[in-house]
């Protein structure tokens, strides 16, 4: 069956160090898989968006990489701050469609202590 | 608007009752998709509307949810005889372009619950 896992619930981290959040999917040939970041009661804000034929991509202190073979994502937060916390979602395209159907992994919850 | 706009904001209905969501897209955004979020998970698509058509409805649970966008904008999500395990955040989302490779805007959700 088709499944997308995220690392642990709940990661935490101090406040300076690097944040590593992990996605794994199986049975999915995603084209595209995006990162997501969601504060309580609000609705997920995109952050990034990888391509299968890329393997790395950065924005700022973002860094994602996205490795086909391991079916696996990786999203870094480097020099975290406490204004960082907040649960961060991968999503990927369903490759069975064309229009950006996306499928979401449960999240990471990050706290950043200061 | 600056944004996806989702009312109302919170719904709390008894069981049985008919409900509707309503979501206001992003001026000129022609794909609307409307998706499920369950405490501590992540969301889970519903429908996605490519101007006036439901052009893919396969993750509408059941007959009692239906949703509309008669004019390509509005969207309004329907559910008829709700039950408890309707309760969840219900999130509109729309993009400029279709593809994967096309950001989605986010409302911020309306949180159902289903007394």
């Known amino acids: 069956s088709q499944k997308i896992e995220q690392n642990s619930e709940a990661l935490n981290i101090q406040e ?6 992990t996605c794994n999917y199986t ?3 995603p084209a595209y ?4 970041r969601q504060d309580p009661g609000r609705g997920p804000v995109f952050l990034l968006l990888i391509r299968e034929n890329e393997k790395e991509k950065r924005k700022e202190r973002l860094k994602v990489t996205f490795d086909t073979t391991l ?3 990786l999203f870094h937060i480097t020099a975290s701050q406490p204004a960082d916390s907040a649960t961060y979602l991968c999503a990927l395209d369903d490759s069975g469609t064309s229009y950006g159907k996306l499928t979401f992994g449960q999240g990471t919850i990050l706290t950043v202590h200061p | 608007g600056a944004g996806v706009s989702q009312t109302p904001s919170n719904k709390v209905t008894e069981k049985g009752k008919y409900v509707e969501l309503r979501c206001d897209p992003i001026s000129g955004h022609t794909a609307l998709y409307w998706y499920r979020q369950s405490l501590g998970q992540g969301p889970e698509f519903l429908i996605y509307f490519q101007g006036t058509g439901a052009a893919d409805d396969s993750g509408l649970p059941n007959d009692r949810f239906f949703a509309v966008r008669p004019e390509g904008s509005v969207s309004t999500l329907k559910i008829q005889r709700t039950e408890r395990g309707d309760s969840a955040v219900y999130l509109c989302a729309s993009s400029l372009g279709v593809g994967g490779d096309t950001e989605a805007f986010f409302g911020q959700g309306t ?3 289903v007394v």
């Open chain 1, 27 to 29: 049975n999915y040939s």
């Open chain 1, 33 to 36: 898989l995006q990162w997501y």
């Open chain 1, 71 to 73: 079916k696996q994502s």
């Open chain 1, 16 to 21: 300076g160090k690097t944040a590593t959040l």
């Open chain 2, 111 to 113: 949180r159902l619950t």
